[in-house]
């Protein structure tokens, strides 16, 4: 009998520990499929620059690449914004596989001249500094470039769209392919924010970091972190952020799940 209680004894510690690894474990690694927003809206990463918002009842695929596939399991779009040119913004092989005839796409003049014909009624082409009202939503062209003189070829201004999505005083901000640009240092009451980093293509995580204190967004999601040397260290991001203030919320989603270890 008294072997017996021992048995049991040891099981139970052995499964207090096992639950106390696991506890440990979620807390410590970023959300990997979505994020339900203060606002009620879901995000979803999908990989690098690619995301779909559901904001109400309208789906918004962000930068769409990578293949139909990766999105044949959520709802087809009812508004597609794509921000840039390269390759992880702009995949045609990918748009024309998705389920697109009742979408607007809004891109900048240079991705519309990428696309095919046949997409010309859905889309919507807006400059820098441009606005649109589709589905209830207004969305405002922000610029996105590079600033530092080695790395000006990669962006220039005026080519690439940053986008702000507004809806009943709700504001959401996603760079695209950017510097810490004095129009974004410049925006104003956003709610949420997708900021890109990544060197040699975009800024530090110390630039986004300092320029997402200046706006103060309410919550603010890094995203767009993979440069030529690996994953930008979001970690740092976050520290600068919740190290200067309390009042921004940083948001870690796993943008890169098939990343090798």
């Known amino acids: 009998m008294k072997t017996y209680v ?29 994020s ?23 789906v918004i695929y962000v930068d769409p690449v990578g293949g139909a596939q990766k999105f044949s399991s959520y709802p087809k779009p009812d508004l597609i914004l794509i921000t840039d040119i390269h390759g992880d913004h702009l995949d045609v092989a990918t748009l ?21 014909v046949n997409f010309t009624p859905q889309i919507d082409v807006l400059n820098n500094g441009d606005t649109k009202e589709r589905f209830g939503f207004t969305v405002e062209a922000i610029p996105m470039y590079n600033l530092r003189q080695e790395a000006l070829k990669f962006h220039t201004k005026g080519r690439g769209n940053g986008y702000v999505i507004e809806k009943d005083r709700k504001r959401i901000y996603i760079s695209g392919d950017t510097e810490d640009i004095p129009e974004m240092r410049a925006l104003t009451d956003i709610d949420i924010a997708f900021v ?8 530090t995580e110390i ?15 890094p995203y767009h972190y993979r440069g030529t040397n690996g994953l930008s260290d979001v970690a740092k991001f976050k520290e600068i952020i919740t190290q200067a203030t309390t009042t921004i ?13």
């Open 6 to 34: 021992t048995y049991l004894l040891l099981i139970a510690i052995a499964l207090c520990s096992c639950k106390q690894k696991e506890t440990s474990i979620v807390i410590s690694q970023p959300v990997k499929e979505k």
């Open 36 to 58: 339900t927003t203060p606002l009620g809206f879901e995000v979803t990463p999908i990989s690098h620059a690619s995301m779909i918002l559901h904001w109400d009842d309208t």
């Open 96 to 116: 024309e596989g998705l389920e697109t005839e009742q979408a607007k796409i809004i891109t900048p003049q240079a991705v519309a001249d990428k696309i095919p």
């Open 196 to 203: 890109c980093m990544n060197l040699p293509y975009t800024m």
């Open 207 to 221: 630039s986004a970091a300092n320029a997402v204190l200046e706006f103060n967004p309410k919550q603010v999601y």
């Open 249 to 261: 919320d940083v948001v870690q989603l796993d943008w890169y799940p098939n990343r090798k270890e």
